[in-house]
């Protein structure tokens, strides 16, 4: 990991999966703890800062918020190859967002460095009357490619922290 000028480990993270999933909704929850229903269609990359402390380290993790449409893949997948680690979302609602899981994590397999790691989320968990994908598929797909799996909900704040920090002490903890 490059150590940056205030002597924080600077981690890259790359939100990705289909549009409306709510990965922007995501960022914003861990960064400012907000939550809007909202939908502001993503063009290309957004970009955000978040200082975190993880055991006892301070850690810049670079937030880059990509645009999940098909025509924005060539400008995102350019990002893949610095990212340190993948924030994968699919929406528990949303039966082709969660299909679309194998195709982004082939994007993520060919585009970015073998060694990043990746958290696979499952969002939209308050939407449990519209739930279609269940908890242990997604938690099955996960364990095929070996990555973690959380459940969140960016309108409650459940669990989003909590994926943020634990791919965060993955990569601490790998370099
Ligand atoms: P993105 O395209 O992946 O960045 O998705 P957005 O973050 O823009 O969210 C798309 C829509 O889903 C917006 O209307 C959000 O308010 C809504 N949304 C995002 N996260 C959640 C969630 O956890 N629960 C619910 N109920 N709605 C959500
Ligand atoms: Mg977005």
């Known amino acids: 990991l490059q150590l940056g000028a205030k002597g924080a480990y600077i981690v890259r993270l790359l939100m990705v999966g289909d549009s409306a999933c709510g990965k922007t909704s995501l960022v914003l929850r861990f960064d400012q703890n907000v939550f809007s229903t909202k939908f502001v269609t993503t063009i290309g990359v957004d970009y955000r800062d978040k200082m975190v402390k993880i055991e006892g ?9 990509t645009a999940g449409q098909e025509r924005f893949r060539s400008l995102t997948s350019n990002f893949f190859g610095r990212a340190d680690g993948f924030v994968l979302t699919y929406d528990i609602s949303n039966r082709p967002s969660f299909d679309h899981v194998i195709g982004w994590m082939r994007d993520i397999k060919t585009r970015a460095p073998p ?5 696979l989320c499952g969002n939209k968990s308050d939407l449990d009357n519209d739930r ?3 908890y242990d598929e997604g938690k099955l797909l996960a364990d095929e490619y070996g990555v973690q799996f959380f459940e969140t909900s960016a309108l409650t704040g459940h669990n989003v922290e909590r994926t943020f920090t634990a791919l965060a002490t993955t990569i601490k903890h790998k370099r």
């Open 132 to 134: 279609v994908v269940t």
């Open 57 to 65: 380290a301070q850690m810049r993790l670079q937030l880059w918020d």
């Open 115 to 119: 060694d990043c790691d990746i958290v």
